[in-house]
């Protein structure tokens, strides 16, 4: 197997001193003591060892969000995504890959997404061209959750510049989900990266996309020229330079930070200036730094029951604090958020939020 120096040692940091186990919130959703970080760093040492073979520990790999709450407590600084990724990426090979996961890169290969539906036709008919600024939804948003692209770009075309939009949406961050460092994710990356580079600015929507298209893809080497800015940063600077305009209100708007903007892009900031802007902040436990799960799509195609018991605890937090809107920064936790939501309660996205204070 190829694992690096870098992910045994990893592995070996763990001490198994059982600190991050109340924070993973997939264990916390199933119970199992499997799905904490800690039995991920023993299954894993194991199979270093010899003492296991690979596909002992396959399903397991796939029950890690890698969202990084573990190392974010981690005094060691274990970090499962290392190795987690390199394990992933040697399955394929040795034929040890979960069938659920090879249903999903066949779709993957037949419709260019791993849920094998097609856009959307209502964002079809809103693709244009003719600016140096892109916008990049991200592939879990034009599938699973258009409603949100379309908003999100009513709200851009507030500003000076309307950005161009079209189908070329897959930045290769599922595949990378899927088998990480794999051929089929750097040539999806790359084909990405060829289409791309033409724009001077990259206005991306979906944190999980950023994070892979700055922190994987320059890894790997693959250039992309154009200026990445977050969504909510790209917000910030239009009302900054009053292209947008907004009311404020003394509405309570409570941010569900995402992993990746918190961790990822060490960005808990911009969405709370953003809530600032229309409103007042409210924060609930585990936030910023500390965010917790709200769900997966990718996940949520292999294993639902778990997916949608994470966003009903994510909701447990809300209820606990009396926090009855939830702002998302990702399109994958509106989705999840709003398929569990209580009544009383409602979820929206950074764009749902302006606009109702337009
Ligand atoms: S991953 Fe870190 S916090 Fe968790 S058991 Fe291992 S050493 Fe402890
Ligand atoms: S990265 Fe997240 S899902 Fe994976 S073990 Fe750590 S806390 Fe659990």
Known sequence: MNITENAKNIIDNCRFCWMCRHVCPIGNATGLERNTARARAFGASMVVRGATDLAEIADNLYECSLCGACTNN?????????????????????????????????????????????????????????????FLAGMDAMIKAPECVKNALTLLSQGDIIPAFSGNQDTGAALNFLIGKAEETRAAALAFASYVNRYKTVIVYDPVDLAFLRHECREWGIEITPELISFNEYLLTLLKNENLTVQKGNCEYTLQDHFAYARDL????????LISAVGVSRDMLLCGKEANLAGHLIMAEYMPEVIWSVAANRWENARNMECKTLVTESPTEYVCLKATCPEGYRVLSVEEMLLENI
């Open 74 to 134: 981690c005094v060691t600084g274990f970090d499962p995504k290392v190795f987690i990724q390199q394990f992933k990426t040697e399955l394929a090979p040795e034929g040890l890959m979960p069938d659920y996961i090879r249903v999903l890169l066949e779709k993957y290969v037949q419709s260019g997404n791993i849920y094998g539906e097609k856009i959307p036709e209502m964002l079809e008919e809103i693709y244009c061209d003719g600016s140096n600024v892109f």
């Open 266 to 273: 060490d960005d808990t900031v911009s969405a709370r200036e």
